[in-house]
């Protein structure tokens, strides 16, 4: 008897389905292959065509500044001068915090579902969490002004310059508009995404592991801390899926995160991204040098999300894969 | 004794531990609550009726509304599912059916790169590819962004939907002489066409919610929707000029629209949540 593979290979070989279904629904399953794979093409086409234009229109920019575009910090469309320096630093410094804040709170919400979450619980908390995903952009920028901004301006700001005051990063006065409303609000987006995946990776981890340090007299928190090191490569996978989130954000951070080219050590000072500096000030750029300078910027900010993202995904794809084989 | 305190130590570690998980699982459920809460007490308040049927209207002028945005975001989904779904759920079912080799491998990790790259990124190549040669902002430019952000999302769903159909609907279609074809579209893709269109569902409510594709594709438009060619409203890019502009009345209007988007987005999330749950277990 046939497999099914080899049926399927039977039916779409040139010739073979004469024998078994006539001329007619070969022609058909050709055809039909044919017009799947043409749209398949398309994906790569998109992708392709997406390289070629950013490329072919940030070249104005790329041939007046050469390398030093990625190191000059002066940012003058009225001179013609542009350099990305204070947009890298800015994208860098608020994805990092971000992450920093977002870390402990992710993965402990993934801790709890994956390991201590009653069943019934377990999927209800899971949604609600993944619901923080679906809050569009805008509406967290919107909240970030008129609830986060207030209310770290008057509140967390001045505690935090009074007591960590010698520190240079908490100097200066306060504004509510600045990297570290960025900052937080970047924390609270990508948190649903580093959950989710941790949360899948953890429940990939087989039972046996925490039954093993169970069995040697391992406390409940003991037997999870096995199954996390188990299960830290694809851990780490979804953290680096989330600084492929933060990275690229827009709306939420130009709302907050006080749009001024500066690069300064405070987190209250106001600051800038690269997605935030494309959104402002694209309408804007009337010379054509000025506008390939911020495609530049958009094309260097496609390649480090992608170099991020696949990394990422070659973390929880191997890990996830592995423990299904080894689970199975 | 030693033993014992030890013991004693690590049982207070483990409770302290496990405590902590507990509160950032409550403590992110909580911002959730916390921001839609405010999104519905400050949105709902500023509701009424002119805000769903009329035009934006100049400060100070009572009965302004966002309606040509509301209209707008619809147009701008209907386009972005019409260049969208032909590519995506074909190329889906490329995947599923005939996505073993390399080039379905590269074709999938393509996929997901897409997936990755930044909506504002995505609003860029729609510039330079539509805005640029029609020298034009455009509801049409609008909607190849959002169908750039729909075509992964799609593939991916289609492509696992079909995987879910048990081997042997298909193999029952194949030995009673069906082509590959019509076992595939007949058979298959019906029986996956539930799962697909959640999936769809949910690729729609994340578009409704983009804005920074929509910045300088669409661009904004004070009125009704004439012309594809034209720039067009949409609710999102309205909220982001009413939030940062200087007007008390605008930010209750971005409020009341920020209110409309998510509770819609809201809606779809939840019943594709139900749906799935029903048809088979934790998916979605």
């Given at each position: 008897m046939l497999k099914p593979d080899e049926l399927q290979l039977k039916l779409t070989a040139p010739g073979a389905a004469t024998d078994l279904t006539g001329r007619s629904a070969n022609l058909g399953d050709r055809i039909f292959k044919s017009v799947t794979l043409l749209f398949a093409v398309g994906v790569i086409a998109i992708v392709a065509l997406m390289i070629i234009e950013m490329a072919r229109n940030s070249t104005p920019a790329f041939h007046k500044f050469g390398f030093s575009f990625l190191v000059s910090s002066i940012w003058d469309p009225v001179q013609e001068r542009f350099g990305a320096l204070p947009f890298i630093y800015g994208t860098m410094v608020s994805s990092l915090l971000a992450l920093i804040i977002s870390l402990p709170l992710s993965i402990g919400t993934a801790i709890y579902l994956a390991e201590q979450a009653p069943a019934g619980l377990r999927a209800l908390v899971s949604f609600l969490v993944e619901l923080l995903a679906a809050i569009p952009s805008v509406a967290y920028g919107l909240w970030g002004i008129f609830v986060l901004a207030p209310f770290l301006r008057q509140h967390v700001e001045p505690a935090l310059s009074s007591t960590l005051g010698f520190l240079p990063l908490f100097r200066g006065p306060t504004h509510g508009i600045d990297m570290f409303a960025g900052g937080l609000i970047l924390a609270i987006m990508i948190t649903p995404i580093i959950s989710a995946v941790s949360r899948d990776v953890l429940m990939a981890v087989p039972q046996s592991q925490r039954e093993a340090a169970l069995a040697l007299g391992a406390t409940r928190w003991e037997a999870t801390r096995v199954a996390l090191s188990y299960a830290r490569s694809g851990i780490l996978g979804a953290v680096i899926l989330g600084l492929g989130r933060a990275l690229g954000e827009t709306m939420a951070v130009t709302m907050v995160i006080g749009n001024r080219p500066e690069t300064s050590l405070s987190l209250f000072d106001p600051s800038h991204t690269m997605a935030s500096v494309i959104a402002n000030e694209f309408t804007e750029a009337t010379s054509d040098l000025y506008r390939s300078a911020l495609i530049e910027i958009g094309l260097l900010l496609f390649v480090v999300t992608i170099i991020v993202q696949a990394i990422a995904r070659l973390l929880v794809w191997r890990v996830s894969r592995g423990l299904k084989e080894e689970s199975a | 004794m030693s033993i014992d305190r030890s013991f004693a130590y690590r049982k207070i570690i483990d409770r302290l531990m496990l405590g902590l998980t507990t509160i950032c699982a409550l403590l992110a459920v909580a911002l959730l609550l916390i921001i839609l809460g405010y999104i519905a007490v400050?949105?709902?308040?500023?509701?009424?009726?002119?805000?769903?049927?009329?035009?934006?209207?100049?400060?100070?002028?009572?009965?302004?509304?966002?309606?040509?945005?509301?209209?707008?975001?619809?147009?701008?989904?209907?386009?972005?599912?019409?260049?969208?779904?032909?590519?995506?759920?074909?190329?889906?079912?490329?995947?599923?059916?005939?996505?073993?080799?390399?080039?379905?491998?590269a074709l999938r990790f393509l996929t997901d790169v897409l997936t990755g790259v930044p909506s504002i990124v995505t609003g860029i190549f729609a510039y330079t590819l539509i805005v640029l040669p029609m020298r034009r902002f455009s509801a049409i430019a609008g909607g190849v962004a959002l169908a750039v952000i729909m075509i992964p999302v799609v593939t991916r769903v289609t492509e696992e939907m079909m995987r879910l159909v048990p081997r042997s609907l298909r193999e029952a279609a194949l030995a009673l002489g069906a082509p590959q074809w019509r076992a595939i579209t007949g058979v298959v893709v019906r029986s996956a066409i539930g799962g697909i269109a959640t999936g769809v569902m949910l690729a729609i409510a994340r578009i409704a919610g983009e804005t920074a594709p929509l910045l300088f594709t669409a661009l904004g438009n004070r009125f009704w929707p004439r012309s594809l060619d034209e720039p067009i409203a949409s609710m999102t890019v309205q909220i982001f000029n009413y939030a940062t502009g200087p007007y008390e009345e605008w930010h209750r209007q971005a409020w009341a629209g920020t209110f409309v988007l998510v509770t819609m987005i809201l809606i779809i999330n939840v019943a594709v949540r139900l749906l799935t749950r029903s048809r088979h277990g934790t998916a979605g």
């Open positions: - | 400050r949105g709902f308040s500023a509701l009424n009726l002119d805000f769903f049927t009329q035009l934006p209207k100049p400060i100070g002028e009572p009965g302004s509304g966002i309606g040509n945005a509301i209209v707008g975001t619809l147009i701008l989904i209907g386009l972005a599912c019409l260049f969208g779904l032909p590519i995506g759920i074909f190329s889906g079912i490329y995947l599923a059916e005939f996505g073993t080799g390399r080039f379905g491998t």
